[in-house]
């Protein structure tokens, strides 16, 4: 084995079924593939496979434009800044040097 830890079964809590389902709709909307009838993320990987593979979906700009509208959508434009600190790997942090922070930034 490659890990020392013991494997734990995926699952997923009422919450994260509901957000998949809503990610997965979303997805299905901006795609047009038809929907697999799959419950759990496996259906969505299925899903994004299936367009990826497809006239429409095999070039990567394509894929990248629906991934960045399904986030958008998915978002609101509320959540984009906390998005992009816990996903964006960006760590905010304090720079006494830096003019742009502070009550007249520059």
């Given amino acids: ?19 998949l389902e ?6 299905a909307g901006e795609t047009g593939v038809s929907r697999n009838p799959e419950r759990s993320i496996r259906g969505l990987i299925d899903e ?6 497809s006239a429409e979906g095999v ?3 394509s894929q990248q434009e629906v991934l960045v509208r399904t986030l958008r959508t998915l978002m609101t434009p509320v959540l984009p800044p906390f998005y992009r600190i816990f996903m964006g ?18």
């Fill in 1 to 19: 084995p490659d890990c020392a830890l013991e494997d734990v079964p995926m699952g997923e809590n009422p919450l994260e079924a509901v957000l």
């Fill in 22 to 27: 809503t990610t997965r709709n979303i997805y």
């Fill in 48 to 53: 994004m496979r299936r367009f990826m593979l």
């Fill in 59 to 61: 070039a990567a700009s």
């Fill in 89 to 106: 790997g960006l760590v905010p942090r304090h720079d006494p040097g830096d003019l742009r922070v502070g009550p007249r930034p520059r």
